[in-house]
């Protein structure tokens, strides 16, 4: 009943930099957490980026902390992710995810109810 709709991705030249968004529509909740995961080909997916509804908790991967900026857009229902200084470590398809309740970590996958279809990202070097 969910639907996430991820855009913004593309190529870019290392030390570039895009923002990806991420619109949710369907069933609304009273308060959810989104989240930003990416894969990687022949790797597992992994963690990015989270924000909680308020805004009071973002977590980051180590690896792109101090890089990425997650925000949301509530009235919106979206959620962005800014991508600065790019690597081509990055590339990878980035999904934004859902969780309509969750515990004390955003981290898991296993937190989020609902996912986008991903959007490539592809960094040269």
């Known amino acids: 009943q969910v639907q996430l709709v991820e855009s913004g991705g593309g190529l870019v030249q290392a030390g570039g930099s895009l923002r990806l968004s991420c619109a949710a529509s369907g069933r609304t909740f009273s308060s959810y957490a989104m989240g930003w995961f990416r894969q990687a080909p022949g790797k597992e997916r992994e963690f990015v980026a989270a924000?909680?509804?308020?805004?009071?908790?973002?977590p980051y991967s180590d690896s792109v902390k101090g890089r990425f900026t997650i925000s949301r857009a509530n009235a919106k229902n979206t959620v962005y992710l800014q991508m600065n200084n790019l690597k081509p470590e990055d590339t990878a398809v980035y999904y934004c995810a859902v969780a309509k309740t969750y515990s004390g970590s955003l981290r898991p996958s296993a937190r989020y109810d609902y996912w986008g279809q991903g959007t490539q990202v592809t960094v040269s070097s």
């Open positions: 924000i909680t509804w308020s805004g009071s908790s973002t």
